[in-house]
């Protein structure tokens, strides 16, 4: 699961909207989708096609395009295996990036240690 920014930020907005529906299936306008995208994210409307395809390419989900009446175009989005744990995943990676931390801070520690204790030694 290596996604890039507008991959993390466009699978959050559908996360939010379809995790909560029956069988991980939501009926959205592509204004829905941008509204939950923060604005400090550079993310335009040309933007939201190619990311879906991409996503839904590495399988988090599938969608199609349909069109309301009126002629406005709505995506029906059913999240898939890698979509419906996409948040567990995303806790797991925040987990191991903590972890990677904590044990460079103490092996740095413990290098700090050695050193002090063999320059009192030594010299």
């Given at each position: 699961?290596?996604?890039?920014?507008?991959?993390?930020?466009?699978?959050?907005?559908?996360?939010?909207?379809?995790?909560?529906?029956d069988g991980g299936r939501c009926l959205?306008?592509?204004?829905?989708?941008?509204?939950?995208?923060?604005?400090?994210?550079?993310?335009?409307?040309?933007?939201?096609?190619?990311?879906?395809?991409?996503l839904m390419l590495?399988?988090?989900?599938?969608?199609?395009?349909?069109?309301?009446?009126?002629?406005?175009?709505?995506?029906?989005?059913?999240?898939?295996?890698?979509?419906?744990?996409?948040?567990?995943?995303?806790?797991?990676?925040?987990?191991?990036?903590?972890?990677?931390?904590?044990?460079?801070?103490?092996?740095?520690?413990?290098?700090?240690?050695?050193?002090?204790?063999?320059?009192?030694?030594?010299?």
């Amino acid at each position: 699961m290596v996604l890039g920014k507008k991959e993390k930020v466009l699978m959050d907005a559908v996360y939010s909207l379809a995790s909560g529906q029956d069988g991980g299936r939501c009926l959205v306008e592509p204004v829905e989708l941008l509204a939950k995208i923060p604005y400090k994210v550079d993310f335009r409307e040309s933007d939201l096609e190619p990311t879906l395809n991409q996503l839904m390419l590495e399988n988090y989900f599938s969608y199609e395009k349909a069109k309301k009446l009126n002629g406005d175009t709505m995506f029906i989005i059913t999240l898939k295996d890698n979509g419906i744990s996409y948040l567990r995943d995303r806790q797991v990676s925040r987990r191991k990036l903590a972890i990677k931390i904590l044990i460079a801070i103490v092996v740095a520690a413990i290098s700090f240690s050695f050193k002090s204790i063999l320059n009192a030694i030594f010299g």
